[in-house]
């Protein structure tokens, strides 16, 4: 009976063995605490069938033998078809001739496990490695690191009728950005203490299709209080975000330099980055335009006027006197300071670049907004290009690719900043009353392709602005770049496809009609796109389950 009794306990084991790995969300296969007990007890019943009399045996000697068979495969090689993927393999190649990685870019293949990428091959190798192993062959479509959006507006929890998890995360997904760090407002509340972090965290679980981590808010209330700063980024947030002008948001309020100033030993301990929205307000020379006695709040040059370069200027030039400090042997040596949606490429920018030549720990992004518009081609009226700072003249732009293409940018954001329709006042035209903000987390991707192509771009100069360096800034040290132990975070896409952003176009931004972006014709048609080794969406089609993760720093 002995015998009988280990069977009934060899089939409890193996049927939670089986449990675990099909519930597993990430599939990364069965612990080991699962595999090494499915081991001992067969091994006991196999050592109690043997010791049987011979006439005994029979049947229950050949069931471990079926169980194991049944049980313990190599399960990574082909899946049950899962929620979290649209494609039932947790082993498999992703082939293409147009492979971007650090090394360049190759002909080849991709294999990826429980994930995470485990080989790289050149086309020449790879076919005699995959031929048990399934293959997904993407031919001349580009096969490159996922993006990586540092700078999005999710407004969730609190404010999700502006946009939300499941839709931003669904139009990151269908964008080909793989990973988003979420600002601290525009969400109720902000997320400035490590009790509204909980509920930021808490509304993003079981809710996102793309990777998801957050920044925290630094305002007076905790820069003042090392301890309260401490409780922020002890909980696990990626780094902190100010403002020094009034974000418009009542519990996000604005901070000075001296604020900044408190923060940064702290932010140096942490090893972590500040994000700063680099305005400040200044004394307007002179009147707003007049038409008839009457602000003219329908031209965007009136509203240019409000936010002139002199405002980033300035905050800029605060914050280099700060940055000193953030210099080797400096008083708040490992803290580096970001500054975010740069649109002045002309004193601002050339301020920032004596700074990083000084060897401060100072970075700086632009938006494809600011690349791709120009402030005398915006209709009067059209409130979806109103932003801060504003989009500026056609020579500031043509200037801000200058210096991303030379390096002076580091990399690149969406700054997706939606709302509800009808706070963008797009029947009264108001560009002083207007909500600021341009949707566009979807189309950053195209966009940035479509309008650096005759600049000359490459895909490693995509992955870098997109990938490389925001996972840098990020402290992202798994994702960034297609290499191999990295999680599986793909976009694959083909540069040379155009298409219309009109009604017929699938767009999954909660509100496209306050978009900028629509009506444009843009290149690079996303095919793919694989968040840790998972198909979370294929041409037009989400995963039915969203199985992404927040992003918390430990």
Request: with cysteine; hydrophobic share 40%.
């Amino acid at each position: 009976m002995c015998a009988w009794y280990w069977l009934v306990i060899f089939i409890h084991v193996t049927k939670y063995y089986n449990q675990e790995l099909r519930n597993s969300k990430q599939k990364f296969g069965v612990s080991i605490k699962w595999r090494a007990l499915y081991i001992l007890v067969w091994r006991r019943v196999d050592r109690e069938v043997r010791n049987m009399e011979s006439g005994k045996r029979g049947f229950l000697a050949l069931l471990p033998l079926l169980l194991s068979f049944l049980f313990y495969f190599d399960f990574s090689k082909k899946l049950p078809s899962s929620d979290c993927s649209l494609l039932p393999h947790n082993h498999y190649w992703i082939a293409s001739k147009r492979i971007v990685t650090p090394n360049g870019t190759i002909s080849g293949a991709v294999e990826i496990k429980q994930g995470r990428i485990i080989s790289i091959v050149a086309e020449e190798n790879w076919h005699a490695n995959s031929r048990s192993t399934a293959v997904v062959n993407y031919g001349e479509a580009v096969v490159m690191p996922g993006f990586i959006d540092v700078h999005a507006h999710l407004d969730d929890p609190g404010r999700a009728e502006w946009e939300g998890f499941p839709s931003g995360t669904k139009a990151a997904a269908a964008g080909g950005v793989t990973t988003l760090v979420d600002m601290p407002l525009n969400s109720a509340p902000s997320t400035v203490s490590e009790e509204t972090l909980k509920l930021k965290v808490d509304a993003a679980e079981g809710r996102v299709y793309v990777d998801v981590g957050f920044w925290g808010g630094l305002v007076p209330e905790n820069a003042e209080n090392a301890s309260s700063l401490e409780r922020l980024l002890n909980a696990g947030v990626l780094g902190l975000k100010s403002f020094m002008v009034p974000s418009g948001i009542n519990d996000f309020p604005m901070t000075t330099s001296s604020h900044i100033k408190e923060a940064l030993p702290t932010l140096a301990r942490y090893k972590r980055p500040l994000l700063v929205h680099a305005e400040v307000e200044v004394d307007l020379d002179g009147k707003l335009e007049m038409e008839d006695g009457v602000d003219n709040a329908k031209s965007y040059s009136t509203y240019l006027k409000t936010r002139p370069a002199s405002m980033e200027e300035a905050a800029i030039n605060q914050l280099i006197t700060l940055s000193k400090d953030t210099r080797a042997g400096g008083s708040a040596e490992g803290a580096h300071l970001h500054i975010v949606h740069l649109s002045d490429a002309r004193t601002s920018l050339n301020l920032i670049k004596e700074a990083k030549q000084r060897g401060d720990s100072i970075t700086v992004e632009t938006c494809p907004h600011y690349l791709a518009f120009a402030a005398e081609d915006i209709p009067d009226g059209d409130t979806r290009f109103k932003c801060a700072p504003p989009i500026r003249d056609a020579a500031n732009k043509e200037k801000l690719w200058d210096a991303l293409l030379d390096g002076d940018i580091d990399m690149l954001s969406s700054d997706h900043s939606p709302a509800v329709p009808e706070l963008k006042l797009l029947n009264e035209g108001d560009f002083l009353k207007a909500w600021g903000g341009v949707s566009s987390l979807q189309f950053v991707l195209p966009a940035t392709w479509t309008y650096g192509r005759k600049y000359g771009i490459t895909f490693e100069q995509l992955a870098s602005w997109w990938s490389e360096k925001p996972a840098k800034l990020a402290g992202l040290t798994t994702k960034g770049a297609i290499a191999v132990g990295n999680q599986a975070d793909i976009v694959v896409w083909e540069p040379d496809v155009e298409f219309n952003l009109d009604n017929d176009y699938p767009v999954h931004i909660k509100h496209p009609s306050i978009s900028a972006y629509m009506g444009s014709r843009l290149a690079g048609k996303v095919l793919s796109t694989f968040v840790r080794g998972n198909l979370v969406y294929k041409e037009g089609n989400h995963a039915s389950q969203a199985c992404a993760l927040p992003i918390l720093h430990r």
